[in-house]
């Protein structure tokens, strides 16, 4: 099946800095990829929906200029938490969708997540 | 707006038990796509199946079944003979046919299965 990368797997910031996390499907070109939040036994939460070449499309109550994401490439997305706080600790998830089109039973594939820490 | 409800926050058996996670859905598209995900410890989330609105057939994959009800907006998950490893966090979730295709997630159901 395809594969999408995150990286970091996890990362510790102090409050104030910035992160930055990036998706990579690396078998496959992804014109649509997405990003959720989940916060400790919670659900997952879209956050936005990242198109190559265009602007990302945030979900209501999510701040676009604290989530920065660039989708430059058919194959890397990045979110930059700009000067993060503790209470942007979270893991967060990337996904993206196979731009062939295809019909496959998935339509999204997952990273593996990145687990950020805010002290 | 799309909605999916797991009102099973969390379900413990002991294993070789069957249990079924239930899931129940909202949404105003006359077609759309229904799943479950399954989340072990480690984060990552593992696909295990889609349904499509117009396909009532119930499925079985092993171990796994799936009963889908239109007629009560529900998407039923059974795990029969459950095993140690089948402990995670399993999310139901819709998304619609055309457009994004953003994924609405249910709150997830932990299901622990004990020795």
């Known amino acids: 099946g395809a594969v999408v990368s995150q990286h970091p797997s996890w990362v510790i910031c102090k409050s104030g800095t910035s992160v930055k996390i990036e998706c990579r499907s690396l078998d496959f070109q992804a014109t649509t990829m997405f990003w959720y939040r989940q916060f400790p036994k919670q659900s997952l939460m879209l956050m936005a929906t990242s198109n190559e070449g265009s602007k990302a499309t945030y979900e209501q109550g999510v701040e676009k200029d604290k989530f920065l994401i660039n989708h430059a490439s058919l194959t890397l997305s990045t979110l930059t938490v700009t000067s993060a706080h503790p209470e942007d600790s979270s893991f967060y998830i990337c996904?993206?969708?196979?731009?062939?089109?295809?019909?496959?039973?998935?339509?999204?594939?997952f990273g593996p997540g990145t687990r950020l820490l805010v002290l | 707006a799309q909605k999916v409800t797991q009102a099973q926050t969390e379900i413990s058996v002991v294993e070789k038990e069957d249990v079924t996670l239930d899931c129940v859905y909202e949404?105003?598209?006359?077609?759309?796509?229904l799943f479950w995900y399954k989340q072990p410890p480690s984060g990552e989330l593992v696909f295990l199946i889609r349904r499509n609105s117009f396909d009532e057939q119930n499925e079985i994959s092993g171990r796994y079944s799936w009963n889908f009800q239109k007629s009560t907006s529900s998407f039923n998950f059974t795990i029969t003979a459950s095993q140690v490893v089948d402990s995670a966090v399993y999310f139901c979730a819709l998304s619609e046919v055309q457009g994004a295709q953003k994924l609405v997630f249910g709150q997830g159901t932990r299901l622990t299965i004990n020795p």
């Open positions: 949404t105003r598209d006359t077609t759309y796509y």
């Open positions: 996904s993206a969708r196979d731009s062939r089109g295809q019909v496959i039973q998935e339509t999204q594939y």
